[in-house]
């Protein structure tokens, strides 16, 4: 069985900053990629950050110069560091990740969730 548990997130002022982290537990063969998503009340769920095992990243254009995803391929976690939040930005924050729990088997799993308000 795995696991993601996810931590940090809150209640921020305009401009300020939250880090997120998001750590694997269970039956972990290998993690593929490592997201974050996000859904504000009455949206879709998109995606915020994305990084591949071997390190390479996409940001939607939204968090661009404003958020920084980060992975620890040792500890089976993930990161992102929110800075210059803004209202807009207020949200449920969701990682996932795509593990192998053995040489074959790839699903996707997804935190509990993390609430990010941000006050104008």
């Known amino acids: 069985q795995v696991q993601l548990v996810e931590s940090g997130g809150g209640l921020v002022q305009a401009g300020g900053s939250l880090r997120l982290s998001c750590a694997a537990s269970g039956s972990i063969f290998r993690i593929n990629a490592m997201r974050w998503f996000r859904q504000a009340p009455g949206k879709e769920r998109e995606v915020v950050a994305a990084?591949?095992?071997?390190?390479?990243?996409n940001y939607a254009d939204s968090v661009k110069g404003r958020f920084t995803i980060s992975r620890d391929n040792v500890k089976n976690t993930v990161s992102l560091q929110m800075n210059s939040l803004k209202p807009e930005d207020t949200a449920v924050y969701y990682c996932?990740?795509?593990?192998?729990?053995?040489?074959?088997?790839?699903?996707?799993?997804w935190g509990q969730g993390t609430q990010v308000t941000v006050s104008s």
């Open positions: 990084v591949t095992s071997v390190g390479i990243i």
């Open positions: 996932h990740a795509e593990i192998y729990s053995n040489s074959v088997t790839l699903r996707g799993y």
